[in-house]
């Protein structure tokens, strides 16, 4: 379902405001690689366990269930707590857009640092260039923090996700 400027505005402005209610509550949030992850709408609200994946997929089921908008789970498992960062980007090659700097980042693009195990992913919560952009990224307990693309060196991948084409 492909969504009207408004509505990405929507989710745009959704994801704006969860990154940063998730980095003022960190104290709240914890870092486990755990599966099945639970998914949470309320990111302040009682003891919440994610990894960096998982992060970035209750980014966008909370903006789909606070807008009653449909977003595709960005790891491909249907929201069921499953998948991880391969998974994701698996998803986003085949139905989303790669992006950088010429084109600038946009809330909601989701970027890929490093392969393998090692490898990490975060959702940009501001928009800009490589220099201006800001992600939100939960890759550590101490998180959710803001970092830029700079934040590590091994810059794998930046997408779109295809709703927000």
């Given at each position: 379902?492909?969504?009207?400027?408004?509505?990405?505005?929507?989710?745009?402005?959704?994801?704006?405001?969860?990154?940063?209610?998730?980095?003022?509550?960190?104290?709240?949030?914890?870092?486990?690689?755990?599966?099945?992850?639970?998914?949470?709408s309320e990111i302040g609200i009682g003891y919440v366990v994610l990894d960096c994946s998982g992060f970035?997929?209750?980014?966008?089921?909370?903006?789909?269930?606070?807008?009653?908008?449909?977003?595709?789970?960005?790891?491909?498992?249907?929201?069921?707590?499953?998948?991880?960062?391969?998974?994701?980007?698996?998803?986003?090659?085949?139905?989303?857009?790669?992006?950088?700097?010429?084109?600038?980042?946009?809330?909601?693009?989701?970027?890929?640092?490093?392969?393998?195990?090692?490898?990490?992913?975060?959702?940009?919560?501001?928009?800009?260039?490589?220099?201006?952009?800001?992600?939100?990224?939960?890759?550590?307990?101490?998180?959710?923090?803001?970092?830029?693309?700079?934040?590590?060196?091994?810059?794998?991948?930046?997408?779109?996700?295809?709703?927000?084409?």
């Amino acid at each position: 379902m492909a969504l009207t400027p408004t509505q990405k505005k929507k989710v745009r402005a959704s994801i704006v405001t969860y990154c940063a209610q998730a980095v003022a509550n960190e104290p709240r949030i914890h870092y486990s690689q755990q599966r099945p992850f639970r998914f949470y709408s309320e990111i302040g609200i009682g003891y919440v366990v994610l990894d960096c994946s998982g992060f970035v997929c209750n980014v966008f089921w909370n903006a789909m269930h606070d807008l009653g908008i449909f977003l595709h789970d960005p790891v491909d498992e249907r929201y069921t707590g499953w998948g991880n960062t391969w998974s994701l980007e698996t998803y986003l090659r085949a139905h989303g857009k790669r992006v950088n700097d010429v084109n600038g980042y946009l809330v909601g693009d989701i970027v890929r640092w490093g392969q393998g195990e090692h490898s990490h992913t975060a959702v940009c919560s501001k928009a800009g260039s490589t220099v201006t952009a800001r992600f939100t990224s939960h890759g550590r307990e101490g998180g959710p923090v803001v970092v830029n693309l700079r934040y590590r060196s091994d810059l794998f991948g930046v997408w779109r996700h295809p709703a927000l084409l």
